[in-house]
Structure formats: C-alpha cells, structure tokens
C-alpha cells in the first residue's frame, strides 16, 4: 500500500498558476503509475494526468493538455503537478493517485489515494 498526502492546492486568478505536490510514503516501488484525478461539485471524477514509473512517460487530459505538467522527484517520492493558464473550469478537488495493478491502462484502476486538495480559480 501506499500512502499519499497532497498540498499545494489554494486560490488563483484565471490566468494563474498553481503546483501541486504528493508527498508518497510505503511500498512506493510497487507503483506501476501515479496520477492526478480531480472532481468537481456535482460531477464524476476525472482523470487529469499520469506518469509511468518506469519508464516517465506522461499522459494527459485533453483539457489539461498544453497547461499542465505532470513530474516526479524520485529521490523525494514526490509527485507533481504544475498548472498554468488556469481556467475557472479547473476549480476541483485534487487527488494524487497510484496503482500497483499491472495494466497499460493509465487512466482507471487506481488502488491507492490521497485525501485530496481543493484548487480554486476564480474568474
């Protein structure tokens, strides 16, 4: 299992940037990938982005395609996530994520998450 914390959530103008962290503690080897999801009011969970462990590849939302950059620091099992031109649509709480499930699919099947951050943009 792996534990995650994520922070760096807040309040921006549109147009501003953000970076989220997930700090990563436990069996953070096992991780086939980590991902950022998000959801917000009233709606389903999303994926937003997810990088690959072995081999860094990332992956993205289009939505979030262009704006946002996925990275991890492995010395810190640190996942990242920068977020720039930020639209109001992107108001959501945030959720760092990691799946030890082998499987190509980097977009669903995540068995470990954090508690979430609220991002907020406002217009």
């Known amino acids: 299992q792996v534990h995650l914390v994520e922070s760096g959530g807040g309040l921006v103008q549109a147009g501003g940037s953000l970076r989220l962290s997930c700090a990563a503690s436990?069996?953070?080897?096992?991780?086939?990938?980590m991902g950022w999801f998000r959801q917000a009011p009233g709606k389903e969970r999303e994926f937003v982005s997810a990088?690959?462990?072995?081999?860094?590849?990332?992956y993205y939302a289009d939505s979030v395609k262009g704006r946002f950059t996925i990275s991890r620091d492995n010395a810190k099992n640190t996942l990242y996530l920068q977020m720039n031109s930020l639209k109001p649509e992107d108001t959501a709480v945030y959720y760092c994520?990691?799946?030890?499930?082998?499987?190509?699919?980097?977009?669903?099947?995540?068995?470990?998450w954090g508690q979430g951050t609220q991002v907020t943009v406002s217009s």
């Open positions: 994520a990691a799946k030890s499930v082998p499987s190509t699919n980097y977009a669903l099947g995540y068995n470990d």
């Open positions: 436990g069996r953070t080897d096992s991780s086939y990938f």
């Open positions: 990088i690959r462990r072995s081999s860094g590849r990332t």
